[in-house]
């Protein structure tokens, strides 16, 4: 779909899964990879550094490592914890549905827009086995939206599913919409033309979609960091003791 005017336009691109056995799809399919292994990694990092300041924590606070002693402060910690978990979990909610929503009025205020979503189980980027050694490689694109203001362009990938929230560059393209919209609003405040004013609507309800995850993903990663104190505070409720005497000899 294409929307043209004076000073600017829209167009909308289709989603597609596309094969792609050239070198350059392969490289993208291993470095998918690497980059989920790294995710993992840093997973097991940041547990690793909450179990961590969890022990500064008991060190300082706990002098006689009873469970008379430490099922307390532990479940201070876990209570807490829980209580910010419930709430940013309905925050999470909250920033899920208004994404949703904005999905949707963008499809109703577009009806030449298709309704092409992504299976939340389809890879970025991913092989599938056509024999014993040999795969294909494929690519997920996901549908396109271009705004141009002049001789300035910019397309933006538009998400459909919790997916894509992960392996698609949300801050980087919020950063370049908020550095675009000056360019594209000067166009539609300066003309007379509805059909341009209502395309400035488009624009923001791209740029909402993108900061409506952003807000999910900050959520999600709190919610990350709160469960991690949860689960080292009730380990180290009941093993203090132990890990102290296995700190204390480590340290010998």
Known sequence: MESCHTNYTITIEEGELILNNSKKGKR?????????????????????????????????????ATLANCIPLGSIFATFGSAVISVLSLYCGKQSSMFRENLSALHEQIPEMSSWKRWPFQ????????????????????????????????TMALPTCTADFYDLPILLGAIKMAAFYRYFSHAAFQSKNTGQQKDLFTFHCTWMIYRHIIRYKAGVFLILAGSEFVLASILFSFYYGNIQKFVFLFNR
């Open 123 to 154: 890879k970025r980027y991913g092989r599938e086995r056509t024999g014993l050694r040999s795969f294909h490689y494929y690519t997920l694109k996901n549908p396109r939206i271009t705004f141009q203001s002049g001789t300035l362009r910019l």
């Open 28 to 64: 993208a399919a291993y470095l998918m990879f690497s980059v989920r292994f790294m995710g993992f990694s840093a997973l097991i990092l940041s547990f690793g550094l909450t179990m961590y300041l969890t022990y500064v924590i008991f060190r300082e606070c706990i002098t006689d």
